[in-house]
């Protein structure tokens, strides 16, 4: 793992080429991608089935075959121990519990002449959830993605979820179950989000599409963006590690593995002002890999996107912070919740030693859905708002109009457009 310090002569290039990544810059996979979802637009069920069977080695034969239904879903849930189920349901609560407050209400209010004003609030009818499937399995993403979705109150919920060789997590399903999708579809990749976006005869037109997903996933939500709306083009998992004072090294340590773990690109940046300190983390990281069952990802991740920088002070991290704008942040010192008023961009921030990132991605209660790749910078984590749209509301009075028109009226004169000033000056002539 590079070790950084901020004295050095060429460390803002170095740390800024550290930063650089592309989720999906690559001509070839934008064309391959570009080409499926033409496809799939064309031939539908069977384009889907088609590619499932190729890449995926489902057993299935007809489109059918490909969607659960929710007797499948229940016995996955009952099927489940007590002690997981009991887990599952919990963190469930926590996150319904926590999106709740984000809901969001229309309003109105009567101007001083007269006219009411206010929005509208109401929930998408129909949204897809892309759960990524085999190796990355993930019945968290199900949770996270779904039951915003229910606080809304969306009407329709389908689930993607690739199953290699028709395999799935028992887990993922009850998840399903638990968050009330509606559908779900073991299908999964390009062809899956060109599904949702366009509709086939099996699967309905959904108006937006999130959840987390690989290049060719990432590739075609930000293709098909436009038709339908999406959430985020997800990166890899980011974590960066801020420490001072007494801390314990081997926490720390595997709060930065926890994310590297993830992925081979991946990014875990450690930073702290106490080079003793940098020194004991970086080999407690070490001890951590000989034991970790992922360690060969992880080693590739702190290798290629990993650093360890030693700062002078606060002030200088906070502004490292703030130029990385991580997907997750913690602050592992005294006065967590003082710096974090510092910090302009983050998708979460974890404050204290005693709150790891891992809390965060299953139980906490907030999304764990979050921009990577430096997007905190201008946007948000997935939450009950994505799952909702505003509708402007004006209702004019008789007399109330008179003024407003006037105005519009002039103003529409001055870019040259009659028919909208002589629609205005009916209302106050």
């Known amino acids: 793992?590079?070790?950084?310090?901020?004295?050095?002569?060429?460390?803002?290039?170095?740390?800024?080429?550290?930063?650089?990544?592309?989720?999906?810059?690559?001509?070839?996979?934008?064309?391959?991608?570009?080409?499926?979802?033409?496809?799939?637009r064309q031939h539908g069920d069977a384009h889907v089935l088609k590619l499932t069977q190729q890449f995926d080695r489902h057993p299935a034969h007809q489109f059918s075959d490909l969607e659960l239904s929710q007797t499948q879903l229940k016995a996955?849930?009952?099927?489940?121990?007590?002690?997981?189920?009991?887990?599952?349901?919990?963190?469930?609560?926590?996150?319904?519990?926590?999106?709740?407050?984000?809901?969001?209400?229309?309003?109105?209010?009567?101007?001083?002449l007269g006219n009411t004003l206010g929005q509208k609030v109401t929930p998408l009818d129909r949204v897809g959830i892309y759960v990524p499937g085999g190796l990355a399995s993930y019945p968290s993403s199900v949770l996270m993605n779904a039951i915003p979705a229910h606080v809304a109150g969306v009407q329709e919920i389908i689930m993607v979820v690739p199953a290699p060789n028709g395999?799935?997590?028992?887990?993922?399903?009850?998840?399903?179950?638990?968050?009330?999708?509606?559908r779900v579809f073991t299908i999964g990749?390009?062809?899956?989000?060109?599904?949702?976006?366009?509709?086939?005869?099996?699967?309905?037109?959904?108006?937006?599409?999130?959840?987390?997903g690989n290049r060719f996933v990432a590739a075609a939500k930000r293709a098909v963006f436009g038709q339908v709306g999406i959430d985020m083009i997800a990166g890899p998992s980011e974590i960066l590690v801020y420490a001072e004072g007494e801390n314990n090294p081997e926490w720390l340590a595997m709060d930065v593995l926890s994310q590297a773990e993830h992925d081979a690109v991946a990014q875990a940046i450690f930073i702290t002002?106490?080079?003793?300190?940098?020194?004991?983390?970086?080999?407690?990281?070490?001890?951590?890999?000989?034991?970790?069952?992922?360690?060969?990802?992880?080693?590739?991740?702190?290798?290629?996107?990993?650093?360890?920088?030693?700062?002078?002070?606060?002030?200088?991290?906070?502004?490292?912070?703030?130029?990385?704008?991580?997907?997750?942040?913690?602050?592992?010192?005294?006065?967590?919740?003082?710096?974090?008023?510092?910090?302009?961009?983050?998708?979460?921030?974890?404050?204290?030693?005693?709150?790891?990132e891992a809390i965060?991605?299953?139980?906490?209660?907030?999304?764990?859905?979050?921009?990577?790749?430096?997007?905190?910078?201008?946007?948000?984590?997935?939450?009950?708002?994505?799952?909702?749209?505003?509708?402007?509301l004006i209702m004019c009075s008789e007399q109330g109009v008179k003024p407003l028109a006037k105005t519009a009226d002039l103003l529409a004169q001055q870019e040259d457009l009659d028919a909208h000033a002589r629609s205005a000056r009916y209302r106050y002539q």
């Open 1 to 40: 793992m590079r070790r950084l310090s901020t004295q050095e002569q060429n460390f803002k290039q170095v740390f800024a080429d550290l930063l650089a990544f592309e989720t999906v810059s690559d001509p070839e996979l934008l064309k391959t991608v570009d080409q499926i979802i033409a496809d799939v």
């Open 76 to 112: 996955a849930f009952e099927g489940l121990t007590v002690e997981i189920r009991d887990v599952l349901e919990m963190a469930a609560q926590r996150i319904r519990s926590f999106h709740q407050a984000q809901k969001q209400e229309g309003w109105t209010y009567i101007d001083d």
């Open 167 to 182: 395999e799935l997590n028992p887990l993922v399903l009850a998840a399903a179950y638990l968050a009330g999708v509606h």
């Open 189 to 212: 990749g390009a062809q899956a989000v060109a599904a949702l976006a366009y509709g086939t005869e099996t699967i309905p037109q959904v108006d937006k599409i999130t959840g987390p």
């Open 273 to 356: 002002p106490d080079e003793q300190l940098l020194n004991d983390v970086e080999l407690a990281i070490e001890a951590h890999l000989a034991a970790l069952p992922k360690a060969e990802i992880a080693r590739t991740s702190i290798a290629n996107r990993g650093a360890l920088v030693l700062v002078k002070n606060r002030q200088e991290a906070i502004d490292l912070i703030n130029q990385v704008a991580p997907e997750h942040l913690e602050l592992c010192l005294d006065e967590a919740q003082l710096m974090s008023e510092s910090i302009r961009h983050a998708g979460a921030i974890f404050m204290g030693r005693y709150t790891p």
């Open 360 to 392: 965060g991605d299953y139980c906490a209660g907030p999304n764990h859905v979050l921009p990577t790749s430096g997007t905190a910078r201008f946007s948000s984590p997935l939450g009950v708002y994505d799952f909702q749209k505003r509708s402007s």
